[in-house]
């Protein structure tokens, strides 16, 4: 891999993800540990076509081709800062044939992406409720924090008309967004199935949740999984966070 190939702009920076896989960040586009928190709790499997809403500057995606691959992955991203630094990032990986970058409003993918054709949708969705909460006056970080260009019932509906029957939706959220994001996943048609907390440490509130849902799925059947806790008790990182994190970790844990 050689950035020469495809210059960086002004601001941005590769950060490498491991597995040979880097991504092009700035300050206004970049990643957390909740999008590898989701981006491993969502791993989809290699025959599985997936879409990723609310892309960013695909961490999730590329992530996922560190190793073994999904069929193909499809990026939607509604900021066109974002989605070109996806590009750039995918084409400096190699990664054309596997990851398709869509500059697009989730809720407008009508005859973009084939209804029913997907077996997995992720997206690591806005925390703040549209009106509520400080708003960041940079456009690309407000987009991202905030339901300002979309809510929840938004990216459920979409989910629903691109999932096939049985495919999963994951997403991650904010505790006090919990019942939201349920009632919302029923209401679509997609039946939450999957649900993990995530703490700082014990003896902390949990800070997040990782949840899955299934269109068509029965009603009922919840699986609440172990807590995922992020440091041990020497305040270090937990070993399954060392785990999770994998070859990215080094230089960084």
Not at 25 to 52: I, Y
Not at 70 to 76: D, G, L, S
Not at 79 to 91: F, I, L, N, P
Request: net charge negative; proline share 5%.
């Amino acid at each position: 891999m050689c950035a020469e190939k495809l210059p960086l702009l002004e601001g941005e920076r590769l950060e490498p993800l491991g597995g040979g896989i880097s991504v092009i960040v700035s300050d206004e586009n970049h990643f957390s540990t909740d999008t590898v928190l989701l981006a491993d709790f969502a791993a989809p499997k290699k025959h599985e076509n997936v879409v990723e809403f609310g892309a960013g500057c695909g961490t999730i995606s590329l992530i996922w081709c560190r190793g073994a691959a999904p069929k193909h992955i499809t990026a939607v991203e509604i900021q066109s800062e974002a989605a070109d630094m996806m590009k750039r990032s995918v084409a400096l990986n190699g990664l054309e044939d596997t990851v398709s970058v869509v500059n697009a409003d989730l809720r407008e993918l009508g005859g973009v992406i084939p209804a029913g054709s997907a077996d997995l949708v992720v997206m690591n969705p806005p925390y703040k409720i549209g009106g509520g909460g400080i708003v960041n006056g940079a456009p690309q970080k407000r987009i991202a924090r905030h339901e300002t260009e979309c809510t929840f019932d938004d990216v459920t509906k979409s989910a629903a008309a691109l999932l096939r029957y049985g495919g999963r939706l994951c997403v991650c959220q904010r505790p006090e967004r919990l019942t939201d994001v349920l009632l919302s996943m029923r209401s679509a048609g997609i039946e939450p199935k999957r649900l993990r907390l995530v703490q700082q440490r014990q003896g902390k509130a949990p800070k997040l949740f990782l949840a899955e849902g299934k269109r068509g799925g029965r009603p009922g059947g919840l699986v609440t999984l172990p807590t995922l806790m992020i440091e041990d008790g020497s305040f270090n990182f937990s070993e399954e966070m060392i785990s999770i994190y994998g070859e990215y970790k080094e230089g960084y844990i």
